[in-house]
Structure formats: structure tokens, C-alpha cells
């Protein structure tokens, strides 16, 4: 496969949060990439900012250990890392005060593409648009690129909106969802919409139902505080896995184009029926032997906070009724996977009696580990031995299929290149996220209000009992996480 590299133009990025985790983790190593592989121009500038007194000099120092922790060593990559810091800024700012603004207005330049990336608290997020405004930074083609978690509710989603609207137009902002980022999500839509072989069986006629599933072997170490108020459906569900399912069932977009696009996910989101309680499995995982549960995680005996969500979900549309959509997503399960199964209906009749039935076929999205296509076919089974049938695979794995340059681009790499190329296909627009929040609130407010408790699970395992009931009630089973 022959890499292409476009490089963009000039840019100012300003980074607020600069010296946060998801910045040294993602967001550097990943502009880091982009300028190694030649897509950064060389006089891109990359201002860091955030409240902490640092010199510059401080800065570029805190993101060279970042680089050298979060990328993998090459034989020229201490070389190239000395320019890209030739790259960077530092000018600290106060979002709640006048204090450094004028500064950092100093430093930006005119005619450069101009970005301004909150990788900070949403509570800031006000804040910062305002001070933009005052000191006359929030230029009509300047771009602000926000991270989820994008409100706690409808509520709460509109007040940020809102608060982000009142100085930028819609065509200005780019709510991250790095699921969009990720090299096999998209891949699905080149699948749907670039073949002519699955369209026609993407259907309620020819699909018995659709599992999506992302497992997570980690905890929540280090972030116990915010997942405890939020929970496995605010921090997963009503974002990451909505997209997925968006992009598995909406109806072929006219254009590739971003707001054709998010026009077709929003109409999916639109249609998802209530969720009944009954179609939902709720856990946390318990302590084990030697070792910690949520509880002690959380330090609070009492939390009521699921790790983990099975949930059946349809789309009441004329493309998918009957068909369930099944998700699920948790901590500490037994590997960490993230997957789409779609599962094709049996055929309609048998010509081989007597032999073991033969089962629907299955495509297998799989976006990580290992990112890849599996399609499941069913066979005569080799040898002598009478007529049997087995189930095989034809298998793609990407790794293997494009040879060894095709890492995939970190999600972080592609989505902040795509803001400044100006592209918002794969960012969530505001109606988007409003119309999910409105679909997950009523779920999550009948848990409050009945206090309803997830039930424990074993840490290692594919979840409560209960998630393994949803399915088999309807007479199905769950793909086995890592199996
Ligand atoms: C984040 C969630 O958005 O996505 C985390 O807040 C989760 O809880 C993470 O672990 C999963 O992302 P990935 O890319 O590792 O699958």
C-alpha cells in the first residue's frame, strides 16, 4: 500500500490543557506522528496553554518525556523530535480571569489556519469561548474543538450548545467522539456504501439481529471520580456505542459529506424506540480474591453505578424493524474488544437432511485488537465421512491484508488533522448529541428513580448472568468477548 500524506496548511493550534493527560497521552504523540510522517508543515506552531507559570522552555521539556513515553522509538526519531518542539509555545492562561489572553493573542498569527483544541473540564468550555470573544480570538473561520464528556444530559448538552454558540456557528465546532476516529469505524462505511455486496442484504429481510460490543479488560483506575458520576451509559453508551450503531444502520448518505452524513445518523438516533427495563442488564464488577471491586475503587459502599450495560435496542424504521440491535459495553471483562457482529438470517430451507442445521452467516467488524473483517461461511466439511457442514472463515485482517506500513493512524491523529483540513464528517454535530441524550436520558432517570442497583460480576468475565439472560431469552447468544 503506497502512503499518501497530504500535508495541510500552516496552522496556529492553541491547546488549552495542554499539560493534561489526554493531551500528553493522545494529542501530542499524535501531532507528533502527523509532523514525522510530513503531514504537519514545518511552520505549523502548536501553542500549548493552560493556568500553570511554565517558560516555554518548561513545556517543550514536559512534551519530549510525553513523546518518548507515548511513541515508539525509531531510529531518527530523537532527531525529528528536536524540531517538532522547534514547533511548540507555551503562554499560560487564566479561563476565569483576563490574565495571559493578551499574551496569547500576541503569539497567534494572521492568515494561518487557527484552531483553538479544549482539552480541558467542560465547565471551562464557557469560559475559554468567552475570553476568545473578548480579546478577539474568535475569528469567524477559527475553529474550537470540544472532548466529550459533552453534558450529562439533554439539559446540560443544551447549556453547552449554547454556551459554545453564542460565539462560534455550528460550522466552527468539533465535538470529538474518537470512536469516529478510528480506522475500521470508518472502514464500515467504505463497506457499506463502497460495495455493492452487502447493501442489498442490510436489511430487516436478511439480518436477524446485530451485536456491538466494547469490552475494556482495565478499571477505572485513575479516574474514579468521574466514572462514578457517570457510569458505563453516560461514558460509553450514549456516545461511542450510538456511533457505532448509527454507522451500522443508517441509510446511505447521498454524499460523503459532513452534513449528509450526520444527517442520516441523527434520523437513526431519532428512530431508537425507548429502552424497557426489562432489555437491560446492568453490573459492576465485585471484588475477587485479592483484589479491589468497583466499591473499593470508588470508596463508596453504596454506589449504584454500572461498570457494565447490555442493553436491546431497535430502530423503529422500515430498514430494521424486528431487527434487535443488542449492545455492550463494561470493565474488567475478560479482554478488551471491540467489535460488530452482524448476524444474517438462517436460510430459509435445508436441501441436507440430517445434517446439523446450518446457522445464519455472520460479518465480524472487529475495530480493535487486531483490526480486521470477518465474514462467517458455512461449508461442506472435508474428508469422507458423509455430508457435513462447518462454519469458516474468510478472513481479513488489515495488518495482514496491507502489509506492515498500515498502522492505523491513532483516532487522535486523524480527527485533529481533519480540523485543520476543515473537515467535520467524523465529529458530532449539536442536534446529534442532543437527539442521543434525549434518547439515553429517560433510561438513565428510571434507574434514579427506582434506585435500581447493577448487579455484581466477576472481574475477568463476560459480565452479569443477567446480560447472558437478555439474550438467551430471545434465543440467542452472545459472540464470546476475545473468543
Ligand atoms: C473513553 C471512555 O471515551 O473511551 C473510557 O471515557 C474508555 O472509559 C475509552 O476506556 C475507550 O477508548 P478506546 O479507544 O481505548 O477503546
Not at 139 to 150: G, L, Y
Not at 357 to 379: A, F, H, M, S, W
Request: net charge negative; proline share 6%; glycine share 8%.
Amino acid at each position: 500500500m503506497v502512503s499518501r500524506v497530504i500535508p495541510v496548511e500552516p496552522f496556529d493550534l492553541v491547546l488549552f490543557g495542554a499539560t493534561g493527560d489526554l493531551a500528553r497521552r493522545k494529542i501530542l504523540p499524535g501531532l507528533f506522528h502527523r509532523y514525522e510522517v510530513g503531514q504537519v508543515p514545518q511552520d505549523a506552531r502548536i501553542i500549548g496553554s493552560a493556568r500553570s507559570e511554565m517558560t516555554p522552555d518548561e513545556f517543550k521539556a514536559d512534551v519530549r518525556a510525553a513523546i518518548e513515553e507515548f511513541t515508539p522509538e525509531t531510529s531518527d526519531r530523537a532527531e525529528v523530535l528536536g524540531r517538532f518542539l522547534g514547533c511548540l509555545d507555551y503562554v499560560s492562561v487564566d479561563a476565569m480571569s483576563d490574565a495571559g489572553w493578551s499574551a496569547l493573542k500576541g503569539q497567534l498569527r494572521p492568515d494561518v489556519v487557527r484552531a483553538y483544541y479544549l482539552s480541558v473540564a467542560p465547565s471551562l468550555f464557557a469560559g475559554i469561548a468567552g475570553q476568545l470573544e473578548k480579546h478577539g480570538m474568535a475569528m469567524p473561520d477559527a475553529r474550537i474543538v470540544v472532548e466529550k464528556p459533552f453534558g450529562r444530559n439533554l439539559e446540560t448538552a443544551r447549556e453547552l450548545n449554547a454556551s459554545l454558540r453564542k460565539f462560534f456557528r455550528e460550522h466552527q465546532i468539533y465535538r470529538i467522539d474518537h470512536y469516529l476516529g478510528k480506522e475500521t469505524v470508518q472502514n464500515l462505511m467504505a463497506l457499506r456504501f463502497a460495495n455493492s455486496l452487502f447493501e442489498p442484504l442490510w436489511n430487516a429481510t436478511h439480518i436477524d439481529h446485530v451485536q456491538i460490543t466494547v469490552a475494556e479488560s482495565l478499571g477505572i483506575e485513575g479516574r474514579e471520580a468521574y466514572y462514578d458520576h457517570s457510569g458505563a451509559m453516560r461514558d460509553m453508551v450514549q456516545n461511542h456505542l450510538v456511533q457505532l450503531l448509527c454507522l451500522t444502520a443508517m441509510e446511505p448518505p447521498s454524499k460523503f459529506t459532513p452534513n449528509a452524513v450526520r444527517d442520516e445518523k441523527v434520523k437513526v438516533i431519532e428512530a431508537l424506540d425507548p429502552v424497557a427495563p426489562s432489555d437491560i442488564a446492568r453490573g459492576q464488577y465485585r471484588a475477587d480474591e485479592g483484589e479491589d471491586g468497583y466499591l473499593d475503587h470508588v470508596g463508596d459502599p453504596q454506589s449504584r453505578t454500572e461498570s457494565f450495560i447490555a442493553m436491546k435496542v431497535r430502530i423503529a424504521n422500515w430498514r430494521w424493524a424486528g431487527v434487535p440491535f443488542y449492545l455492550r459495553t463494561g470493565k474488567r471483562l475478560r479482554a478488551r474488544v471491540s467489535e460488530i457482529m452482524v448476524q444474517f438470517r438462517d436460510p430459509p430451507h435445508t436441501i441436507f437432511p440430517n445434517v446439523e442445521p446450518v446457522q445464519g452467516n455472520k460479518l465480524i467488524i472487529r475495530l480493535q485488537p487486531d483490526e480486521g473483517i470477518t465474514l462467517r461461511t458455512t461449508i461442506k466439511d472435508p474428508g469422507p465421512g458423509g455430508f457435513r457442514l462447518a462454519e469458516v472463515p474468510l478472513d481479513m485482517s488489515f495488518a495482514e491484508a496491507l502489509g506492515a506500513d498500515s498502522r492505523p493512524q491513532d483516532a487522535y491523529e486523524r480527527l485533529v488533522m481533519d480540523v485543520i483540513r476543515g473537515d467535520q464528517t467524523l465529529f458530532m454535530r449539536g442536534d446529534e448529541v442532543e437527539a442521543a441524550w434525549a434518547w439515553a436520558d429517560p433510561i438513565i432517570e428510571g434507574w434514579e428513580r427506582t434506585r435500581d442497583k447493577p448487579f455484581p460480576y466477576d472481574q475477568g468475565s463476560s459480565g452479569p448472568e443477567e446480560a447472558l439472560m437478555l439474550m438467551h431469552r430471545d434465543g440467542r447468544r452472545w459472540r464470546q468477548i476475545g473468543g
